[in-house]
């Protein structure tokens, strides 16, 4: 069993990897924020996987409230590149 969840968080990881590849080489600012965004979605993800190898019920908690700041944060991006911010 453990070994399933080993996978899942390489796969995860390696996904990661690649869009930190996009956020880098993104041509356009939009390009960027979907990668950062996710980014933040896997990390998500990594934490849930976490919750569940250790048996802990805190990582998902954590996971809740980090995926509700990263869509403040996707929000307030957003909102600043289409211009609403002063």
Do not use: C, K, Q
Not at 15 to 28: C, D, E, Q
């Amino acid at each position: 069993m453990i070994i399933l969840w080993t996978i899942s968080s390489l796969i995860l990881v390696a996904l990661i990897f690649l869009a930190i590849l996009r956020a880098v080489a993104g041509p356009t600012l939009p390009d960027r924020v979907v990668a950062l965004d996710t980014i933040n979605t896997l990390m998500v993800a990594v934490m849930i996987v976490l919750s569940v190898v250790y048996s802990e019920m805190i990582y998902v908690d954590i996971a809740i409230v980090y995926a509700l700041l990263s869509f403040v944060a996707t929000l307030y991006i957003a909102r600043y590149l289409e211009g609403g911010l002063p």
